[in-house]
Each structure stands twice: as C-alpha cells, then as structure tokens.
C-alpha cells in the first residue's frame, strides 16, 4: 500500500513563488517516476512536470523556464519549485508516481490529495 502526501499549497500574489513538496511512503520497492498535474476550474488535468529514475525531466510549454522539478531519491520525495506565478498557474496540483511495490514486478500509478494554489492579480 502506498501513500502520497503533498504539501506547500496557498496563496501568493503574481510574480510570486511556492514550494511544492510530494513524498511516498509505503511498500515501495522502486519509483520509477514522479511528477505533477494540474486541473483548473473548467479544464481538464494536464501534466505540468515530471522527472524520472534516472533524472530526465519534461515541463509543460506553460510553466518552462518559470518551474523547476525535482527529486530525492532516498526520501521517496518531489519537489517543485513554483516562480514568476501568474493567475492561470491557480489550480490544484495533484502529486502523481509510477511505483512498483514489494513483491510485484510492474508499475502503477499513484495520486496524492491535491493541494490549491492560487494565484492573485
């Protein structure tokens, strides 16, 4: 069984920053990656970054050159660094991971809670 627990969601105001945090906890044999989606009121989620096992990391065209993911390894944790917000970065941001537990031999995927950032002009 396996856990996802973000935090660092909140309020800021444009031009501002925030910390998002994601660590896994339960029977993980291996991460393979672990990333972070998005959903507004009104769209659908969509993937804004993620990195994977062996650091390799992809960003939505929206947040490039504004967001920075990454990862440690021996905490089982991802992070995201949020700069330069704007009002249209405010939605809930969903920590997701491919894991395979103990036990198994292939991958699956995991959510998180989600948690809010908002962003005002």
């Known amino acids: 069984q396996v856990q996802l627990v973000e935090s660092g969601g909140g309020l800021v105001q444009a031009g501002g920053s925030l910390r998002l945090s994601c660590a896994a906890s339960g029977s993980i044999f291996s991460i393979n990656a672990m990333g972070w989606y998005r959903q507004a009121p009104g769209k659908q989620r969509e993937l804004v970054a993620a990195?994977?096992?062996?650091?390799?990391?992809n960003y939505s065209d929206s947040v490039k050159g504004r967001f920075t993911v990454s990862r440690d390894n021996a905490k089982n944790t991802v992070y995201l660094q949020m700069n330069s917000l704007k009002p249209e970065d405010t939605a809930v941001y969903y920590c997701?991971?491919?894991?395979?537990?103990?036990?198994?031999?292939?991958?699956?995927?995991?959510w998180g809670q989600g948690t809010q950032v908002t962003v005002s002009s």
């Open positions: 990195v994977t096992s062996d650091g390799s990391t």
């Open positions: 997701n991971a491919l894991i395979i537990i103990k036990w198994y031999y292939t991958s699956r995927d995991y």
